[in-house]
């Protein structure tokens, strides 16, 4: 199994990769960078899953899976 | 009446001494010669030949009993029968090898049949994408697509073109009932990073957020090409999207 690695920003879901050369910040501007965070191979994601990060009570924040909602499309 | 005289008989008795004298030199010499040959081995490789006379005739006997003269006549027959089936394959060869002139030349006229057909009917790669997920999504050899997850944007790199030769592109953006669009040279020489195709980039990756593709319901076209060089090939490639943050649908084009 490949490695997998999930980059947050502002505790949201940015983007994933599967490769570890696109592993990195370099695609977000450097002044949201300090909003960002990366993890490796967080238990239980899988492509198309919903995960954010939550505070662990401890001031730590850690990646939490939730059922990713879908918004229908709206149809008047 | 004896008539033989004493004279006589002194006479004889010294012809039969100088005989017996005669007769034992005669022994001498004979005696002599058998010593030497007895000395020479003489005898000995006599009995020796004569075995080895006795060998050769019990193996020749051997050879005509074992049938070593029809197993060599056998050989022979089987030799020939060879030879006959060689020539056949020697014929066989001979046929293949005119086919295998008729093949080449069949080859060289579907090559060519390939190159005008190449030319005449693009090469599509068709693939799902996870909006989300970041990297390579196409390469082959003359350039590579990646898909940034972070700006919804692709984004090339160009592999393996001469040195001094453009790429000039471009994007078209269809949201709603929105279109954006925009084109420009965009890089030179190969890549030495992922270049955008929303403006120039000659001198790094230049940024234009109206062209990430964050909302659902979308279409975006993007093109690159060379500016005037014909041995590189083109692109179109077209995505879309259904929901913003799910698979989106792939289509690359590419021309020669």
């Known amino acids: 199994?490949?490695?997998?690695?999930?980059?947050?920003?502002?505790?949201?879901?940015?983007?994933?990769?599967?490769?570890?050369?696109?592993?990195?910040?370099?695609?977000?501007?450097?002044?949201?960078?300090?909003?960002?965070?990366?993890?490796?191979?967080?238990?239980?994601?899988?492509?198309?899953?919903?995960?954010?990060?939550?505070?662990d009570g401890n001031g730590n924040k850690i990646p939490e899976l939730v059922d990713l909602v879908i918004q229908l499309p709206e149809i008047s | 009446m004896n008539t033989h005289r004493i004279n006589d008989d002194e006479r004889d008795i010294d012809d039969l001494e100088t005989n017996v004298s005669s007769i034992n030199s005669s022994i001498t010499t004979?005696?002599?010669?058998?010593?030497?040959?007895?000395?020479?081995?003489?005898?000995?490789?006599?009995?020796?030949?004569?075995?080895?006379?006795?060998?050769?005739?019990?193996?020749?006997?051997?050879s005509t009993s074992s049938g070593l003269k029809t197993n060599i006549d056998n050989n022979i027959s089987a030799i020939a029968s060879n030879l006959t089936i060689i020539s056949g394959?020697?014929?066989?060869?001979?046929?293949?090898?005119?086919?295998?002139?008729?093949?080449?030349?069949?080859?060289?006229?579907?090559?060519?049949?390939?190159?005008?057909?190449?030319?005449?009917?693009?090469?599509?790669?068709?693939?799902?994408h996870y909006a989300l997920n970041t990297g390579d999504i196409y390469n082959d050899g003359f350039?590579?697509?990646?898909?940034?997850?972070?700006?919804?944007?692709?984004?090339?790199?160009?592999?393996?073109?001469?040195?001094?030769?453009?790429?000039?592109?471009?994007?078209?953006?269809?949201?709603?009932?929105?279109?954006?669009?925009?084109?420009?040279?965009?890089?030179q020489n190969n890549s030495t990073y992922y270049h955008y195709f929303t403006g120039p980039q000659l001198g790094g990756a230049v940024l234009n957020t109206s062209f990430n593709l964050t909302s659902s319901y979308a279409r975006a076209v993007y093109f690159l090409t060379p500016y005037n060089y014909s041995a590189f090939p083109s692109y179109e490639i077209k995505v879309l999207v259904g929901y913003s943050a799910g698979y989106h649908t792939i289509n690359i084009k590419r021309f020669n």
Not at chain 2, 48 to 57: A, G, K, V, Y
Not at chain 2, 98 to 117: D, F, M, P
Not at chain 2, 149 to 167: D, E, H, T
Request: hydrophobic share 35%.
């Open chain 2, 89 to 128: 394959h020697t014929t066989a060869i001979n046929a293949n090898i005119l086919g295998r002139t008729t093949n080449a030349t069949n080859i060289a006229t579907n090559s060519a049949s390939i190159t005008t057909l190449n030319n005449a009917f693009p090469k599509e790669t068709n693939l799902r």
């Open chain 2, 30 to 62: 004979i005696n002599n010669k058998l010593s030497a040959t007895a000395s020479s081995g003489l005898k000995t490789n006599i009995d020796t030949n004569s075995s080895s006379i006795t060998t050769l005739n019990s193996q020749l006997s051997n």
């Open chain 1, 1 to 55: 199994m490949s490695d997998c690695w999930v980059i947050f920003k502002n505790n949201e879901l940015l983007f994933i990769t599967y490769s570890e050369e696109f592993a990195n910040l370099n695609d977000v501007s450097e002044d949201e960078r300090e909003q960002c965070k990366i993890f490796k191979n967080i238990e239980g994601y899988e492509e198309g899953k919903g995960v954010r990060l939550v505070d």
């Open chain 2, 143 to 187: 350039v590579k697509f990646y898909w940034n997850a972070s700006q919804r944007q692709l984004m090339f790199w160009v592999l393996n073109i001469p040195s001094g030769k453009y790429m000039v592109g471009g994007v078209e953006r269809w949201v709603l009932t929105g279109i954006s669009r925009t084109a420009n040279y965009i890089s």
